[in-house]
């Protein structure tokens, strides 16, 4: 089992910067793939970025360019660097955890943490 913890949310003015930070507990070896997903009320989960154990990235096009995502394996932690937030950014953000071959927003993920919320005020 894998137990993932975020923090880092808060409310920031349009243009500003917040990191979230996610720490993995548990069987953190079984894990190949780790990401950053959002979801805003009344909209659908959308994910946001993804990074495998070979420190490939990919991003949403929403936020390609101002998103940075990182993890330290060592200390079982996975980050996200938000750069340029916009109103439209606003949203509770979820770290997910997957094992298996393929990484990537459009595969499920097995782990999910509670949530942190992220506000941007224009």
């Known amino acids: 089992q894998v137990q993932l913890v975020e923090s880092g949310g808060g409310s920031v003015q349009s243009g500003g910067s917040l990191r979230l930070s996610c720490a993995a507990f548990?069987?953190?070896?079984?894990?190949?793939?780790m990401g950053w997903f959002r979801q805003a009320p009344g909209k659908e989960r959308e994910g946001v970025a993804t990074?495998?154990?070979?420190?490939?990235?990919s991003y949403s096009d929403s936020v390609k360019g101002r998103f940075t995502i990182t993890q330290d394996n060592a200390k079982s932690m996975l980050y996200l660097q938000m750069d340029s937030l916009k109103p439209e950014d606003t949203a509770m953000y979820y770290c997910?955890?997957?094992?298996?071959?393929?990484?990537?927003?459009?595969?499920?993920?097995?782990?999910w943490g509670q949530g942190t919320q992220v506000t941007v005020s224009s």
């Open positions: 997910a955890a997957r094992g298996g071959f393929y990484c990537g927003t459009a595969v499920a993920f097995n782990y």
């Open positions: 548990g069987y953190t070896d079984s894990l190949n793939c």
């Open positions: 990074i495998d154990s070979d420190g490939r990235t």
